[in-house]
């Protein structure tokens, strides 16, 4: 049943930015393109602990970064010569890292999260008229959950499990920084960007003992390198 309502709330999402799209083509200029690069997550805890969620056996492991990917499709909504309003459509991967090498050992730990990820971005263009110009973007997202695992490799025995306590929905803000290039068939992009969660992403499994009274929360958040080309 979770798998059935995480799917429902894909096709609403892909539904939503193709609605969006259509509209705008009735009214403004619009453009459509395509993103991907290579992306550093993490996750986020007030306390520092993640054993409320994963479990004690990180007890001796710190969570670190995350090596990724994302890829995706976005529109380009022309309000005025300056501002634009840019809704996207991405595949990403997130989670955290917590290998580490004890007495010659590596222990291998790592949590992964894909998701589609539905930014709706205010895009701010710098100097439009130049051939190189700046812009900045900055809006919300929202995330639905496709699926999450836990591999690891203690000891030389190696697992990989369903992370079910991982929640199906994210949401957050966007922000980013790139460069544009004016073609004649288009713009080639170039774009540094961040994304900062601010759900608490995970449920605690019944049983777990708390260690702390406080109610921490475990939060995504991740910056990405990406190129693309958005097509006149």
């Known amino acids: 049943m979770n798998r059935i309502r995480e799917m429902k709330k894909i096709l609403i999402l892909i539904a939503l930015f193709g609605f969006t799209g259509s509209l705008s083509l009735h009214a403004i200029q619009t453009n459509t393109g395509i993103k991907g690069g290579m992306s550093v997550s993490g996750l986020f805890s007030k306390t520092g602990d993640f054993r409320h969620a994963f479990g004690y ?22 309000i005025t010569k300056n501002f634009k309003l840019q809704p996207e459509l991405f595949y990403v991967n997130w989670g955290g890292n917590g290998s580490e090498t004890f007495v010659f050992e ?34 919300p997202y929202l995330a639905v959950k496709i699926g999450a695992k836990k591999r690891t490799e203690i000891w030389g025995e190696k697992n990989v499990t369903d992370l079910n306590n991982v929640k199906s929905t994210d949401y957050g803000l966007t922000s980013g920084l ?55």
């Open 106 to 139: 590596k222990l291998l730990y790592k949590v992964s999260v894909n998701y589609i990820q539905v930014p709706l971005l205010l895009k701010i263009n710098l100097l439009p008229k130049k051939k190189i110009h700046p812009v900045l973007l900055l809006g």
């Open 57 to 78: 056996e990180i007890d001796w492991l710190s969570m670190g970064n995350l090596f990724g990917g994302q890829i995706g499709l976005f529109r380009t909504i022309h």
């Open 178 to 232: 790139g460069f544009e290039l004016n073609l004649k068939s288009g713009l080639f992009l170039f774009e540094i960007r961040s994304n900062l969660g601010l759900k608490n992403i995970m449920t605690v499994p019944e049983g777990t003992i708390r260690l702390y009274d406080e109610k921490d929360s475990i939060k995504n958040f991740s910056f990405a390198i990406m190129t693309g080309y958005s097509f006149k």
